[in-house]
């Protein structure tokens, strides 16, 4: 898809390889488990299946310390959901269904 093309082109353009190694080492070790306690309004994790930068597991992780938390689990291996995949009708229409609820 163009479109994820050229979001990742836009991320990369402003930085090095190295700085984008580091900032991924930051990512990687932060955690705020300790904090999802203190969330206090309803949260809609959303995670692709087979997205390659998080395992699912981290989305389960982050939906069940979160107090009133719902995990949508897209049919995808992208991490951001794109207009035109196969998986964005169903992530549109879940957002606006939470939004609606909330």
């Known amino acids: 898809m163009d479109l994820a093309k050229d979001s990742v082109e836009i991320m990369h353009t402003p930085c090095s390889a190295q700085n984008m190694l580091k900032m991924r080492a930051a990512l990687n ?3 705020v488990v300790d904090l999802l ?15 390659w930068i998080h395992p699912l597991d981290q989305a389960r992780q982050l939906a ?15 991490h951001v959901p794109m207009p035109g995949s196969r998986d964005w009708d169903g992530f549109v229409e879940a957002a606006v269904q939470f939004l609606n609820a909330s």
């Open 29 to 31: 070790a932060a955690s």
């Open 37 to 51: 306690p203190l969330v206090a309004c309803p949260t809609l994790v959303i995670h692709g299946r087979q997205d």
């Open 64 to 78: 069940e310390g979160l107090p009133d938390a719902a995990l949508l689990v897209l049919e995808s291996a992208n």
